[in-house]
C-alpha cells in the first residue's frame, strides 16, 4: 500500500512537472492572480524578452491596492496609484490578459474575488505575488505568495520552483464561546505560537471548531496562516466548501461539476499521515482578541494585561510598546481609540458586513471616532446594499466605502494619521502600516464595531448581553 499522505502532499506531488535533485521542483500552478503592485515589472521582464503570457485564460488580474475608495467613477487623483492602475491596465491589454478593474462588477481585493467568483477551487495550486494568498486555501489547495521575478516566471511558464515546504498540522476543537470569532481563533493561535512558529512549514488547520466555521470564516484563518511565518495553510474540503462553489460565476458545471465534485471530496490527510508538527487547541480556551503590539503575534485576550517588559520579555516588546504608547502591564479594555477600520482580505466579505450591521443596528457610534468600513469587493457592496446594510451602517455613523485595500496598508488616500489608533480588522499592525505613525489594534469585525460604538477598546461580550 502506498504510505499515507497528507492532503497538502497530494496536491503538490500531483502538481510537481519536474524534480531538479537536491534542488528545487517545478511546481505546475492552475490559477495565477495578478494586481497593481507587483506585476509591472513581470511584465517588463516578459516585454524585454519577447515572451507572452502562456496562459492567459488562467490568468486574473484586478486593481485593488492602489484604488481609491471613493468616486471610483473618477479618474486617480494620487499620481503614482494612477500610474500603477494605468501599467496594470496597459500590460493586460497587450498581453490579453483578462482585467477585472475599477467600474468592473467583478472588481475587488485579490483575494476576495477568487472565492467568490468560483475561480478558486479545491485541489488546484494558487499563487500571486501577495503574501495573503494563502486565504485561497481555505477551499483545500495549495496556495501561496511569490516574488515579482516568480511572477515573471508563472506569467511566461504556468510554473514555479519551488521547495516543497514541512507540514504542519493545528487543530481546534471544541465549541467557540459567545462572541468569539474565526479572527479571534487565529489571532490567539498566532499569539501562542508567535510570527515564527510556522515558518517553513504549510499548515492545515483541522478539528471541530474549524469545521463548524463558515467558508468565509475559514478564509480569515487561512488568510492569517502567513502570519506565523508558514508558506500558507489549507483546510480540507467539506459539503460546505462544494455548497459555496456551487453556482457561482466560474464554478464547474453539468458534467464537469459532477466529475470535479468527485475529485474534490477524495481531498483529505490520511488518517495515519505524519506531519513535521503538530499543535492542539481548544476553543473554550479563546476570548475575543485584540493586538498591543507591532506584529500579530503580540495579541491577547481582551480582557487581559499587556505584557510586563522585564529582563525576559522579547527585545521588540518594549520599542513596540513606546510605538503603540502602551504601558506593560495595563488593561487595554477602556483605551480609547480614534479610528475603526473594517474591511481588508482578511475581514471584508459579506459576512463581516453582516455580523457588524447586526452589532450596530439601531445604535450610534462614539462622536470623536471615525468609523470606515471597505467591503472586499464590487459584489459585496452590491449585496450589502440589497440587504439594506449601507442604510444601517450610515443611520450608525459608519461610511461605507468602495472596494479595495484600503486603510489596510494605506496605499490609497486612506491613511489613519499619525498618533492616532485604530482598532482594525485586518491582519498586520506594522509600525506605520496603515499610515505613517498610526497606530494599530488588531481584532475581530465585532470587537471593532464595539468600539466604534463606545468610542473605546470594548469587550464585545458587554455589549451582546441584551
Ligand atoms: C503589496 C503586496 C506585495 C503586499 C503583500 O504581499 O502582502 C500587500 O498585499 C500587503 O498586505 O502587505
Ligand atoms: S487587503 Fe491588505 S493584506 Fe490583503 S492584499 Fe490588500 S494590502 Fe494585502
Not at 211 to 224: G, P, V, W, Y
Not at 252 to 259: A, D, I, L, R, T
Not at 456 to 466: A, E, G, I, P, W
Request: charged share 20%; glycine share 10%; hydrophobic share 35%.
Amino acid at each position: 500500500m502506498a504510505a499515507a499522505k497528507t492532503l497538502f502532499d497530494k496536491i503538490w506531488d500531483t502538481h510537481v512537472v519536474h524534480t531538479v535533485e537536491e534542488g528545487p521542483q517545478v511546481l505546475y500552478i492552475d490559477k495565477h492572480f495578478i494586481h497593481e503592485v507587483t506585476s509591472p515589472q513581470a511584465f517588463a521582464g516578459l516585454k524585454k524578452r519577447g515572451i507572452p503570457v502562456y496562459r492567459t485564460e488562467h490568468t486574473i488580474a484586478t486593481a485593488d491596492h492602489n484604488v481609491p475608495t471613493e468616486n471610483q467613477h473618477l479618474p486617480i487623483k494620487d499620481v503614482l496609484s494612477r500610474h500603477q492602475v494605468d501599467t496594470l491596465i496597459r500590460n493586460c491589454k497587450e498581453f490579453g490578459v483578462e482585467l477585472y478593474g475599477l467600474g468592473h462588477p467583478y472588481q475587488g481585493i485579490v483575494h476576495v474575488i477568487g472565492p467568490e467568483l468560483g475561480i478558486t477551487q479545491p485541489g488546484m495550486t494558487i499563487v500571486c505575488g501577495d503574501s495573503h494568498t494563502s486565504t485561497h486555501g481555505a477551499f483545500g489547495n495549495i496556495a501561496f505568495g511569490i516574488g515579482t521575478s516568480e511572477v515573471e516566471q508563472v506569467l511566461a511558464t504556468q510554473c514555479v520552483l519551488q521547495r516543497k515546504p514541512k507540514t504542519m498540522k493545528i487543530q481546534v476543537d471544541g465549541e467557540l464561546k459567545r462572541g468569539v470569532l474565526s479572527k479571534d481563533i487565529v489571532l490567539y493561535i498566532i499569539s501562542q505560537l508567535t510570527t515564527s512558529g510556522g515558518t517553513g512549514h504549510f499548515i492545515e488547520f483541522c478539528g471541530s471548531a474549524i469545521e463548524a466555521l463558515s467558508m468565509e470564516a475559514r478564509m480569515t484563518i487561512c488568510n492569517m496562516s502567513i502570519e506565523m511565518g508558514a508558506r500558507g495553510g489549507l483546510i480540507a474540503p467539506d459539503e460546505k466548501t462544494f455548497e459555496y462553489i456551487k453556482g457561482r460565476q466560474f464554478a464547474p458545471v453539468g458534467n464537469e461539476w459532477e466529475k470535479k465534485l468527485a475529485e474534490w471530496q477524495r481531498l483529505k490527510t490520511d488518517t495515519d499521515a505524519k506531519f513535521d508538527a503538530e499543535y492542539y487547541f481548544k476553543a473554550e480556551d479563546i476570548e475575543p482578541m485584540i493586538t498591543y503590539g507591532t506584529n500579530p503575534g503580540m495579541g491577547m485576550g481582551i480582557t487581559q494585561f499587556i505584557p510586563q517588559v522585564n529582563g525576559t520579555s522579547s527585545s521588540g516588546l518594549e520599542k513596540s510598546l513606546k510605538y503603540m504608547e502602551l504601558q506593560g502591564g495595563s488593561q487595554l479594555l477602556g483605551h480609547e481609540i480614534d479610528f475603526v477600520f473594517i474591511g481588508s482580505c482578511t475581514n471584508s466579505r459579506i459576512e463581516d458586513l453582516r455580523l457588524v450591521a447586526d452589532m450596530v443596528k439601531g445604535k450610534k457610534k462614539a462622536a470623536h471616532v471615525q468609523a470606515m468600513i471597505v467591503p472586499g469587493s464590487r459584489q459585496v457592496e452590491q449585496q450589502a446594499i440589497a440587504e439594506g446594510i449601507d442604510l444601517i451602517l450610515k443611520e450608525a455613523g459608519f461610511e461605507l466605502r468602495q472596494s479595495g485595500c484600503s486603510a489596510c496598508l494605506g496605499m490609497n488616500e486612506d491613511k489613519i494619521p499619525k498618533g492616532k489608533y485604530c482598532v482594525s480588522t485586518s491582519n498586520r499592525n506594522f509600525e506605520g502600516r496603515q499610515g505613517p505613525g498610526a497606530r494599530t489594534m488588531l481584532a475581530s469585525p465585532l470587537t471593532a464595531a464595539a468600539a466604534a460604538l463606545t468610542g473605546r477598546v470594548t469587550d464585545v461580550r458587554d455589549l451582546l448581553k441584551d
